[in-house]
């Protein structure tokens, strides 16, 4: 199994999509070839491909980190399930709705400039300019100074979250499931780069379920080096 994912200029898997697939790789006890790549030699991956992760199993390519997770249960039903029942992918579909247009959005405004930081020279102007196009015409730096309202913002957001991991241990109950990984993904992204302790309150519900995360399938998440 070959997983293709972003790397940044030193080699750290930063992605919050491609730490979805890593995560669910990992539950299911497969250590994939990881092959990195920078945003600039994505699409020289296969024709047609312009995202990661990507991973190739065989004769199948799957370009869509969902499609990789119903594909891992697909073919591995014996083993744990990333998802196990009708409901648990239902409350994937939300989570992965949910982070993808809420908190995506937010948490790249708090790390976007620093994102710039870690890239390969080669991506930086790519980067910059489809960034900057999404935050019509504001530049990565200005993100900065508007850090300390997306703060506040992402912890307002987080705060149901909050509230769930009180009650219980993971997103589905007692044991971690897809919607897990997708949501450890956004963190995991805002830690690798360095900004997750802004916004996650220590000693949280949230802190102990992102710990407890980090240290699932042998660490595979806490391996990645934490930003600044
Ligand atoms: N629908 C895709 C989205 C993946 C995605 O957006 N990946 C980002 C990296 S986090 C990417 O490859 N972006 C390429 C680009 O912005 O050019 C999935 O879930 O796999």
Do not use: N
Request: contains cysteine.
């Amino acid at each position: 199994v070959i997983l293709y994912e972003l790397r940044d200029r030193g080699g750290r898997a930063f992605s919050p999509f491609c730490w979805r697939s890593r995560m669910a790789l990992a539950h299911k006890g497969i250590r994939p070839q990881v092959r990195q790549v920078c945003f600039t030699e994505i699409a020289g991956i296969a024709p047609g491909t312009r995202t990661v992760p990507v991973l190739v199993d065989g004769d199948t390519m799957l370009r869509d980190s969902w499609d990789v997770a119903v594909h891992l249960d697909e073919v591995l039903p014996g083993v744990p399930a990333l998802m196990p029942t009708e409901g648990d992918r239902r409350l994937a579909r939300f989570v992965h709705h949910w982070t993808t247009h809420t908190l995506h959005p937010l948490i790249f405004r708090a790390i976007g400039a620093e994102i710039w930081d870690v890239l390969e020279p080669a991506d930086q102007p790519y980067f910059r300019e489809s960034r900057e196009r999404r935050l019509r015409g504001m530049r990565l730096e200005d993100l900065r100074d508007g850090r300390h309202v997306v703060v506040t913002e992402l912890q307002s957001a987080l705060g149901p979250l909050e509230a769930l991991l009180v009650e219980q241990e993971f997103l589905g109950g007692g044991q971690a499931s897809y919607a897990d990984y997708i949501l450890f993904g956004a963190l995991q992204w805002a830690r690798v780069i360095g900004g997750a302790h802004l916004f996650i309150k220590p000693d949280g519900a949230l802190d102990r379920w992102f710990a407890h995360c980090l240290d699932l399938h042998g660490g595979v998440g806490r391996q990645e080096a934490a930003g600044p």
